[in-house]
């Protein structure tokens, strides 16, 4: 099972996988853009499931980013492919 935090930026969600060799520099990154964590920790089978789980608990929080773009690790995706 991964575990994920979401970080929050205006309109953006990005969550990262808390056991990437790569987490603290994107966490790192996301900060020094204005990113904030929310919420606790996430615990899913993988990152669709973590977002789903995400927006259930955060429903109400969500709901002010009606037109919110959800964004994954892409910098880990990136990295690890390449």
Known sequence: MLTFNFYVKE???VHLDINSPIFLI???QLVAQ???RVGDVIRANNSAEAFEKFKHIHL???GQF???HIVAS???SLTSSG
Do not use: Q, R
Request: net charge negative; glycine share 16%.
């Open 66 to 68: 009606s037109g919110a």
């Open 26 to 28: 994107e966490k790192e």
């Open 11 to 13: 309109e953006t969600v």
């Open 60 to 62: 109400d929080e969500l």
């Open 74 to 76: 892409l910098i880990g």
């Open 34 to 36: 204005g990113f904030e």
